[in-house]
């Protein structure tokens, strides 16, 4: 089993703040990846990242892998409530998905 | 849209029963998996196909088999559900051009 642990698990703030979470593991994977999830329905995927140091930006969120490709990060700048949802990393290698353990955000307007 | 369904959205089952829930696609993907979603386990894998009659366990796979014998469609089945059965169940696909995880609208499995 490939352990992904996110933190934190859990998180409500007040619209316009900033936040970040991270995705850690033992594990080295060939890519990461996120996923946002709302009520009632399946993930669906933000970005992928493959090269060790990458940062990409998806307009006010930004996502890191680690050096190692063990752990990744979201940055996400001025949250709005519409990222309101439950947010999922994603450790890919392979043709297997390891899940990590999610964080859920609550943006209070 | 990957095309991808499940069915039943969702169901109440007694324990002891069998009960097999439906993962169909339209576009042919080869991988296929089924995940459960529990609070503070994040996505765990129960088991996985990568083509017609091949099938292979996860992580989450006692209670449970799978079948696919067309394409198209991936079953997976609770031989005699328990309460700890009780959960979420992701069907999900592998698009391969973008290594994406393309997921189902989940089944809510509830067993009494």
């Known amino acids: 089993t490939q352990l992904l642990e996110q933190s934190p698990q859990f998180l409500s703030i007040q619209e316009g703040e900033n936040l970040t979470v991270y995705c850690n593991s033992s594990?080295?994977?060939?890519?990461l990846q996120w996923y946002r999830q709302e009520p009632g329905e399946g993930p669906v995927l933000l970005v992928t990242?493959?090269?060790?140091?990458e940062v990409k930006k998806l307009k006010r969120l930004t996502f890191q892998f680690g050096d190692a490709r063990k752990d990744s990060s979201l940055h996400i700048t001025a949250a709005q409530p519409g990222d309101t949802g439950l947010y999922l990393c994603?450790?890919?290698?392979?043709?297997?998905?390891?899940f990590g353990t999610g964080t859920s955000l609550t943006v209070i307007p | 849209d990957a095309g991808i369904t499940q069915s039943p959205r969702h169901k109440v089952t007694e324990t002891g029963t069998p009960v097999t829930l439906r993962c169909h696609q339209t576009?042919?993907?080869?991988?296929m998996y089924w995940y459960r979603q529990d609070p503070g386990h994040g996505l765990r894998l129960i088991h996985y196909?990568?083509?017609?009659?091949?099938?292979d366990k996860g992580e989450v796979s006692d209670g449970y088999s799978v079948s696919r014998s067309k394409t198209e469609d991936f079953l997976l089945t609770l031989e005699s559900a328990t309460s700890s059965q009780t959960s979420v169940y992701f069907c999900?696909?592998?698009?391969?051009?973008?290594?994406?995880?393309?997921f189902g609208q989940g089944t809510r499995l509830t067993v009494v």
């Open positions: 994603a450790g890919v290698t392979g043709n297997q998905f390891y």
């Open positions: 999900a696909l592998r698009v391969l051009v973008n290594t994406e995880a393309f």
């Open positions: 594990s080295v994977f060939s890519s």
């Open positions: 576009e042919n993907h080869r991988y």
């Open positions: 990242v493959v090269t060790g140091g």
């Open positions: 196909s990568y083509g017609v009659k091949d099938t």
